[in-house]
């Protein structure tokens, strides 16, 4: 990929500028090029790879236990999610019925991986748009849930927790009592979100009617997660294949209709109130017994094919192990819900400013280890 | 559809393709020349609908490569997986289903990278993750680099 020696400006009357791979509002090392007439947008080319570690050929020589660690550095926002997509598709693969304790633990903990995550998102969301306090409040509530899952899991970011056939080990004493206390504080502060940006003209006026995409072509570019709901595409894999229990939980899909990036950032608003409605129903109801099936020491999947999927804070995940009865995968395939999504960059943002490119990138809530892997 | 609407109702159509149904989805076989045909079937026949290709990957068996197709119907709600059986491993082609989703685009650039199969009619055709001047396709199984350490 040659940045010098290229024309800056086309035959055309085409402005070309590289945006990144080292720009804050990339949120990671994405490079995009920008094909501009004035400061309209006539194409975009992302260029990838800059964080390509190859998880995937890795992963053919790593045992079914360890593989799923290198997945916590996938989308390391959601490790949690990532750790559950795989350990659910070995347990496919074994046949493993997994204790209730455990899967009502695994839901907890990616419920409040999500609501971390959204919190974060929406920091950095108005960050974007020019609003530096978002940030602050947002890390003020996300602390508190990196404290749960570093007294419970060990670590703050990337857990480990998920093994094949439940967690790795009980919850934390303190767990219960913790995470109802975090429950009250974020439960008070959604008011404050409200009023500090969705209600703010500033923030409408940037996002509203900006990176708009059809409900047909964000199918047909594979998007998934807040990106496809605020289009009005059902796509909650918790919904509509559900693991671990969640289908005995009562909580709402988010749809929006608007398709633009306000849409989006509504369905993300919307989605937190949602995570916490599910740990409240669980939290006073995770069952006793034991956190963890008793599995072989060398895990080995019969020959075959297994496919598993989860919806992470960004959309569908999907795990696809090819197994030849050997003790590490044949092949393995991540299906990650970041790559399909900027891929609909372009169909978004062509046509619209350069600034509003910046919004469009914060409400697609990129992961760039994810797209690259 | 149940699986065996679908079956019959693929096998008017194409009554070469060969089916899989060991796993969890129902696997529809065929090889490099038939895909095309057999996947426009498939997005545009009201019955069928299958308009979310939610993974496109390839497996190496060493002596052919297969590449795999998920699709899932939202209005029908039903799934197939869709496999094609490359036979030239030195040279690996096959058409592109890039006009047909759009979401192809860069899941075949991400298997050209990797595993070198050149897909004809492609609009950008271009390694996606690894340098222009990078030689060979890392997740091919006869793929060597002096670099690589046994462990």
């Known amino acids: 990929m040659s940045l010098l020696g290229e024309d800056i400006v086309t035959e055309d009357g085409e402005f070309v500028i590289n945006i990144g791979p080292q720009h804050p509002s990339t949120h990671g090392v994405l490079h995009l090029k920008v094909w501009l007439d004035g400061e309209t947008i006539k194409r975009i080319q992302p260029h990838l790879g800059y964080i390509h570690r190859s998880i995937e050929k890795m992963s053919e020589s790593l045992s079914y236990r360890n593989f799923i660690y290198a997945t916590s550095r996938m989308d390391y926002l959601s490790a949690h999610i990532n750790n559950q997509a795989c350990a659910l598709c070995v347990e496919k693969g074994l046949q493993v019925e997994v204790p209730e304790r455990a899967k009502a633990i695994r839901i907890l903990m990616a419920e409040l991986t999500r609501l971390s995550s959204h919190q974060l998102w929406w920091g950095c969301t108005g960050l974007d748009l020019g609003a530096v306090t978002p940030f602050f409040y947002a890390f003020r509530e996300r602390e508190s849930i990196m404290a749960i899952m570093e007294e419970t899991c060990g670590a703050r970011l990337t857990q480990n927790y998920c093994v094949p056939g439940g967690v790795m080990y009980d919850i934390h004493p303190n767990f219960r009592n913790r995470v109802k206390d975090t429950l009250k504080q974020i439960r008070s502060k959604f008011n404050e979100y409200e009023e500090i940006l969705t209600g703010n003209v500033i923030f409408e006026q940037r996002t509203k009617g900006v990176g708009y995409i059809s409900a047909e072509d964000a199918i047909s570019f594979g998007c998934t997660g807040p990106t496809a709901r605020g289009s009005g595409v059902s796509c909650d894999v918790r919904k509509l294949f559900p693991y671990d229990g969640y289908e005995k939980l009562q909580f709402k899909e988010i749809l929006e209709q608007g398709g633009d990036c306000y849409a989006r950032y509504m369905v993300r608003m919307a989605e937190m109130k949602q995570s916490v409605f599910i740990i409240e129903q669980l939290i006073d109801n995770i069952p006793e017994g034991e956190f963890q099936a008793k599995t072989k020491m060398v895990l080995k999947l019969p020959k075959g094919e297994f496919y598993q999927r989860v919806e992470t804070a960004r959309g569908e995940l999907g795990v696809y192990i090819v197994s030849d009865g050997a003790a590490s995968p044949y092949r393995i395939k991540y299906r990650s819900p970041n790559f399909s999504n900027l891929s609909a960059l372009e169909r978004m943002a062509t046509g619209t400013k350069i600034g509003d490119l910046v919004a469009i990138m914060s409400t697609i809530d990129l992961v760039i280890p994810d797209v690259d892997r | ?151």
Not at chain 2, 122 to 135: G, M, V, Y
């Open chain 2, 1 to 151: 559809m149940t699986t065996e609407e679908i079956k019959q109702s693929v096998s008017a159509l194409f009554p070469d393709v060969t089916y899989d149904e060991a796993g969890e989805f129902l696997n529809v076989l065929t090889d490099s020349k038939g895909l095309k045909p057999l996947m426009q079937a498939l997005r545009r026949n009201s019955e069928f609908d299958f308009d979310y290709l939610f993974c496109l990957t390839c497996i190496d068996w060493k002596t052919h490569l297969t590449m795999v197709y998920h699709m899932l119907s939202k209005s029908n709600n039903h799934t197939v997986v869709v496999k094609a059986k490359i036979a030239d491993v030195n040279t690996p082609e096959i058409e592109t289903v890039c006009d047909i989703w759009e979401t192809a685009n860069f899941h075949e650039r991400e298997v050209f990278d990797l595993f070198g199969v050149k897909f004809i009619n492609h609009p950008d055709l271009r390694r996606i993750f690894l340098d222009e001047d990078w030689e060979g396709f890392p997740l091919r199984k006869n793929y060597v680099d002096e670099n690589m350490i046994e462990i």
